[in-house]
């Protein structure tokens, strides 16, 4: 079986996921404060860390095991609006994204794609969600489709009940506002299973599984 | 830093991670409940299992996250004892043994390696826990050695103060005899930091940091 999963997805208290703006200083926005629990090595692996392997750090660690796609938003690769500018821009990760696999970029604004060393390759994409999951299952030749984010884009997959794993974490802290990843979104939970663990951290892992359909 | 790593060693509430008996017929001895929570493919990734990914599932699936050599028992290799017979015995798990790196077998008879076309061989040594490490450092080359049990083995590299992260799975059962994985093993909590959790099945995990020496 192939899955649709959400991983790493930070939610403050009141909901928010990323702030109002994005610029190339704050790639979050105003909301950084909601990556300060976050050591991204790990999503490479428990190794990748110097740190003691934490119930976080364990947890985040599935972001990348047997991935084979992302999809995400263009609000995540970049603080650009409207059509391109010619800028050479190439996303915030430099020569060495971490995602190694081909991923889709949603926007209105297709452009030519990207291809890296390490085995990633962005393509720019304006297409429904079920069109670029199809897509990105193709690319992901057998391994799993990760929905990458933004809050915008997780929501609009949600929505459409394209999502079959989703592993939130709830970081103790209010923003007060920022994008929110539950803005028109309701009733999901009825159709997932929730199990939720807190860690001595302060941080709540709520990993979201769906349930079945039919028998 | 390289770290020696303990992963999915489940232990029964009276403390035993073996039955004493190992036969052909049953690789746990008779201990075999022990494992009844366990599905064994998720230890090569969360996507490899059809079921949910539970709390327990994505715990379970930091087994082989930057391993790069394991040192096991021989009684986990298989059930002989003594001399190795002529046998043609390859191990418990066909010819796509799970380690898919060089794992080192401790016997105090040698025989000669094994190397399977995925990756993993088994060379049978008779060394202290030191010199056994030494060397499986230096086959694991920059990764993790993980330390991969029965209870003898990772006692003895824990009385010798030689692991650093270890992973216990405390099962809500009890076998009244077995192998104990505390037999002769005291004063080593205060050595470690430990983070606890308990899942919604009943099992109860606990990660073990070895505190770091010096300032
Ligand atoms: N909290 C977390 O764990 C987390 C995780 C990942 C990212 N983030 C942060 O989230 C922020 C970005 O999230 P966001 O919600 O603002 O935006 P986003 O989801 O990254 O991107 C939204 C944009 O993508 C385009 N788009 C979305 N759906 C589309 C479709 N079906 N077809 C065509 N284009 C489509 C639209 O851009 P156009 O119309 O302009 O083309 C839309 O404005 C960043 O700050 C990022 O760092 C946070
Ligand atoms: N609960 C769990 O999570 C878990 C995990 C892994 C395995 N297991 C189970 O544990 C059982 C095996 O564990 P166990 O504790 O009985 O045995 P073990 O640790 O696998 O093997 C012990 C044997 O290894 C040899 N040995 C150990 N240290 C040595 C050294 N320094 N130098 C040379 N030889 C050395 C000795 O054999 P000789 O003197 O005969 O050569 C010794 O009898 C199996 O049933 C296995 O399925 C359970």
Redesign the interface.
């Known amino acids: ?1 192939v ?1 649709t ?1 959400v991983h790493n997805q930070f939610v403050s208290l009141d909901g928010y996921s990323a702030g109002e703006y994005v610029t190339f200083d704050q790639p979050i926005g105003d909301a950084s404060r909601l990556f300060g629990w976050f050591d991204g090595r790990v999503i ?5 860390v ?1 740190e ?4 976080d750090r ?2 985040f ?2 972001w990348g ?3 084979g796609a992302e999809i995400m938003g263009r609000r995540k690769f970049g603080p650009q609006q409207g059509p391109w500018p010619d800028d050479g821009w190439r996303g915030w990760w430099g020569e060495q994204p971490p995602f190694k696999t081909p991923c889709f970029v949603l926007t209105h604004h297709p452009r030519e794609q990207m291809v890296f060393e390490n085995g990633t390759s962005f393509h720019f994409v304006d297409d429904t969600p079920e069109e670029v999951l199809r897509r990105a299952k193709e690319a992901a030749d057998g ?2 489709v990760r929905i990458g984010g933004g809050p915008t884009t997780v929501r609009q997959f949600l929505r459409a009940d394209l999502i079959d ?1 989703m ?1 939130l974490v709830i970081v103790p802290i209010t923003l007060g506002r920022g994008v929110s990843l539950w803005h028109d979104v309701t009733g999901f939970e009825d159709r997932f ?1 929730l ?1 939720s ?1 807190s ?2 951290s302060g941080l709540t ?1 709520q ?1 979201w ?1 769906r349930r079945s359909t039919g028998s």
């Open positions: 079986m899955r999963r490479e692996g428990v190794h990748r110097q003691p392997v934490t119930l364990a947890l660690s599935m095991q047997g991935i391994l799993d794993f592993h299973a199990e663990v860690s001595s892992h990993l599984n």
